[in-house]
Structures are given as C-alpha cells and as structure tokens.
C-alpha cells in the first residue's frame, strides 16, 4: 500500500459507487467493492479491485462506504443477516450516502456505536461524472471521530466536503433540501421545455437560449440535453425521485410544513413511474408532459 492508503469496502457498485469505488482505488487504497450484480464486481476486480469475500477482510478494513437506494437496503446491508457492522472492528467508519430520512441516520449511528462502529451520515451529491473523477459534493454529520476516521476516503472521493454538524441526521436534512431543489427543478424543465413545444420553440432551441438566461438551472442544462438527444439511458433514473421526493414529504409532514410544489412534481414523476418508464433516465418525465399534450419528442415517432 502507498503512505496513507486505507482498506475501503464499497457497497454497491450502480452509477455512482462504481465511480466512487474507482476513485479511491486511483488513490492508491486497496479497495473490495461489493454489489448483487456479480458483472459490476467482476468488472471492478478487473480494475485492481480486491478479490476474496468482503467478510473475509471485513476485520481489517478502516472505511466502508455504503451507496445503496435507500434506508432499507442500508439498513439491511448493516445489520441484517450477516450484517457488515458485527464484522467491523472498533473505530473502523461506515460512511452511509443513500438518501435517508434524518431519524432513520441517527437511528443507525446508534446501533454503529454499540458495536464500537463509527458512523459518518453522508449523503452524495454531482452524478456518475463527478463520482467517477472523485469531485463529489458530500453533505456529511458525525463526530469528530468519525470525520477523522473517514477522512483519507472523503478525500478521495469529494472535489467539496460540508461538515454539518457533530451528529447524524444533519447530513440527511440538507440532502432532503438539495433532493426537493433537484427533483423541481427536473420537472420544472420537462414542463417548460414540452411549454415551449406547444409554442413552436424546438427543444434544441430551448436548451441554446434558456441555459443562457435566468430560468436556466444546473438541472436544466444537464438534463434538458438528454431529451434533445432522445437518449434515455438512465444516469440518474425515474423511480429515485418517488423515493427521494416521499422522503422529503414524510419530513415535512412530520415538520408540519407544506410543501405543494414537491407535491406536484413527485405526481409527474409517479406518473412517469406508471407509463413504464421508471428505469430511463430521469428526463424521461418529459414524456409525462408531452403525450399529454400529444407532442413528439426528439428520437420519437410520431
């Protein structure tokens, strides 16, 4: 190992955790990336990851970063059958990115510390690209422990680190105001630029004009290319935001607070979930706006 290297386990291997698994093995870590996907496993192993069982060296490792969908399958994954966190050894940090509920994380740094485990809430955000060149944005609460103990594989993996605060649930918080911003601002483009549509103003067109006046938005200008392109393989898919704008929901319910315009930009994405489309890209909800219109989008048939 190079000076300062560390043994990281990487759990899940979908867009963003491959890329996160890569960027900490170019770091020189020695790195076992795990996922149910036995291909994206064999793949990174191809890369230099590490061969042999996770459980295997699960007594050895210092960092684990855990980038499944939701609090469930962390969960799962932590302290389910053959949880990873009764593996650890004492002062060994798990470093949780999946969009949780703020209860659900300080929940989870608890029975971290029951096993002497280090808990570092720390939800992800920059897409596939920036997870892969190591430049996420990464919305992180915990103890100071924990922020020392993860600090050499946030420094592989984050161009920006925000410390939130000494205890979890803080980092899920500003996730959910960063998921309620992002999800808007997705279905606010497919709805302008199918508006525009109607208006004779090409989506090509749209994407050249807007993203140089002030409607325009970091969302708008990486997702309204997409539907230009016609190509909706997925980077960030349709069902995340059912997910992440129910979360967002259930926070604001709890907190009394209303919140009408995530309201109805998590319809649209449902109703993009329910025309089939939950697997394509997130753009795809622009689909929702334009067969209601009875509009052709760029790469479809009329």
Not at 50 to 76: I, K, P
Not at 261 to 281: H, K, N, R, V, Y
Request: glycine share 12%; hydrophobic share 50%.
């Amino acid at each position: 190992m190079t000076k300062g290297s560390r043994n990281i386990g990487v759990i899940g291997l979908g867009s963003m955790g491959y890329g996160m698994a890569v960027s900490a093995l170019r770091d020189g870590h020695r790195v076992w990336g795990v996922d149910i996907d036995a291909a994206h496993m064999a793949r990174f192993r191809s890369e230099g990851g590490q061969g042999g069982a996770l459980s295997e060296a699960a007594g050895t490792l210092d960092a684990v970063a855990v980038v499944v969908l939701n609090a469930a399958q962390t969960d799962a994954v932590l302290f389910g059958d053959d949880g990873l966190v009764a593996q650890l050894r004492p002062g060994a940090v798990v470093v949780a990115c999946a969009t949780v509920p703020p209860a659900c994380a300080r929940d989870m740094a608890a029975r971290c510390a029951a096993h002497g485990v280090l808990y570092l809430d720390a939800p992800i955000s920059g897409g596939a690209a920036k997870a892969a060149s190591g430049q996420l944005t990464i919305m992180a609460s915990g103890t100071a422990e924990a922020f020392a103990a993860a600090r050499p594989l946030l420094d592989s993996l984050a161009e920006t680190v925000f410390e939130l605060g000494e205890a979890a649930g803080a980092g899920s918080a500003m996730k959910a105001v960063n998921q309620l911003l992002a999800g808007v601002h997705i279905a606010a483009m497919a709805e302008a630029l199918t508006f525009g549509m109607t208006q004779g103003v090409a989506p090509a067109k749209f994407v050249e004009v807007i993203s140089k006046c002030a409607g325009s938005s970091w969302m708008l200008e990486n997702r309204a290319p997409h539907v230009v392109a016609g190509d909706y393989a997925p980077l960030s898919s349709v069902n995340i935001w059912p997910k992440d704008l129910g979360i967002v929901l259930d926070i604001a319910r709890s907190a009394q607070f209303s919140a009408p315009i995530t309201e109805a930009a998590l319809q649209q994405f449902s109703a993009a979930a329910d025309m089939g489309l939950g697997g394509e890209d997130d753009a795809a909800v622009a689909k929702v706006y334009a067969r209601s219109a009875g509009l052709t989008l760029p790469g479809e048939t009329a």
